[in-house]
């Protein structure tokens, strides 16, 4: 048996440092993700309340969803002219700041200060990806690349987890919403003292050509429809983010106009959101070894044949009604991991936090767009089965635009 050189043992060494450093980095980006989904999802998860204290119907949380999500998109198409100012370390310090800010004026029970709280939401949530695919793409090997993306989304279930299940027996506990909110904001606090050491040793982009963010934003624009990758890259983003939205929308009341009690709706609900976070892993594993193209593609067409079959909701056996969901829930909120690891791959690595906020963009006009289009469906049609019929649209064109891309690529 050769003896092993110091050679040998030094290339061990750095080998297990740089594998240790992956894995702490990605638990804390992951982390990050589970906190800035919590305090988009607070207000959402605690809406009786809320709207009681406040003096307002509960549906009324749906514009402070609409502000979020309006300000994450100019935050995601700014994102190109902060990376090039920022490091992602500073990006993400950045975006603790703003959660921990927004959660204080949301606890106020002001409904100025909660809009503004709302508005900081969105920029925080906006800017995560960009800042997250930065720092993940300088230390992930090619070859694990959907797979350690993939794992880092998986902070979005379980982000909607802790905002859905321990905010409110929290609220019980502290005895009120607003108390919930101040205790939460212990969370992103803890975050950003463990992250700002690494904000120190992370430097920062090299100084580059200051233009406007519009002339930025515009110019990252053109760059993806430049780019047959990136271009379809942010359809898919447009179409798969409509098609996750509709089912996690939409999914439980269906379940509940049919005759299931909202308890069990409710848990299927739930259910859904695990299999999207197991799905999120076993596809990234999958697109290491098949290609993020030929994963997306998967995930688009069996999405939308599972969505064409829910037209026959009505009249399948429960536990089929159960699987279709549960493969649903899978492959319309396990596309994000292999989507964004798609995109550090389609650019070069000083062009990947630009590209990613960029194409982002699309996926923020899906969620804003996809629910209303189903809503107003629902409004005309009458009817869940047809309209999920209807809504296989989004996740076949995408197949179709994932299975081009990947053949033309191989």
């Known amino acids: 048996m050769p003896t092993p050189t110091r050679a040998t043992i030094s290339d061990l060494t750095e ?23 919590a305090c988009v999802l607070a207000l959402t ?15 009324w949380i749906g514009y402070q969803v609409s502000f ?21 370390e500073e ?11 927004g959660l204080v004026l949301l606890a106020t029970a002001m409904p100025v200060l909660m809009i503004i709280a709302s508005i900081l939401f969105g920029v925080a949530y906006g800017i995560n990806n960009p800042a997250s695919s930065v720092i993940l793409q300088k230390i992930t090997p090619s070859a694990r690349r959907s797979l350690i993306f993939s794992l880092k989304q998986t902070g979005v279930p379980l982000g909607a987890v802790m905002a859905n299940v321990f905010l409110p027996l929290l609220a019980l506990w502290v005895a009120g919403w607003q108390m919930a909110i101040l205790v939460l904001a212990i969370f992103p606090l803890g975050i950003l003292v463990i992250s700002i050491p690494h904000v120190r040793r992370d430097p920062k982009p090299a100084k580059q050509v200051k233009r406007g963010v519009l002339a930025t934003a515009l110019s990252e624009q053109r760059g993806v429809m430049a780019n047959p990758a990136l271009r379809t890259l942010a359809a898919l983003g447009g179409l798969f983010s409509a098609m996750q939205l509709t089912v996690t929308a939409f999914a439980v009341v269906s379940l509940v106009e049919m005759g299931w009690s909202i308890p069990a ?14 799905g999120r892993v076993g596809w990234g594993s999958a697109a290491d070894r098949f290609g993020p193209f030929c994963i997306l593609s998967f995930l688009g067409f069996t999405g939308g044949g599972l969505s064409l079959i829910l037209y026959f909701q009505t009249a399948l056996p429960v536990p089929a009604l159960i699987i279709v969901f549960m493969g649903l829930g899978a492959c319309a909120s396990g596309w994000n991991g292999v989507f964004l690891a798609a995109i550090a791959k389609s650019v070069a690595p000083e062009r990947v936090g ?31 089965p047809l309209c999920f019929a209807l809504f296989a649209l989004p996740g076949i064109c995408g197949g179709l635009l994932g299975a081009r891309r990947h053949l033309s690529s191989n």
């Open 15 to 37: 080998t297990k440092t740089a594998n240790r450093h992956l894995w702490f980095t990605l638990t804390r980006v992951t982390i990050v993700q589970i906190a800035a989904t």
């Open 45 to 59: 998860a605690l809406a009786p309340d809320v709207a009681a204290d406040l003096g307002v119907g509960a549906y």
């Open 68 to 88: 979020i999500y309006f300000a994450g998109l100019f935050a995601s198409l700014s994102a190109g002219s902060l990376l090039a100012a920022r490091s992602g």
């Open 91 to 101: 990006i993400i310090a950045l975006e603790l700041v703003l959660l921990i800010v």
């Open 265 to 278: 709706a409710g848990l299927l609900g739930a259910a859904l959101q695990i299999a999207g976070a197991m």
């Open 354 to 384: 630009a590209a990613t906020g960029a194409i982002l963009s699309y996926t923020f006009i899906g969620v804003m767009i996809g629910p209303s289009l189903f809503a107003a469906s629902y409004y005309y049609l009458g009817s869940y």
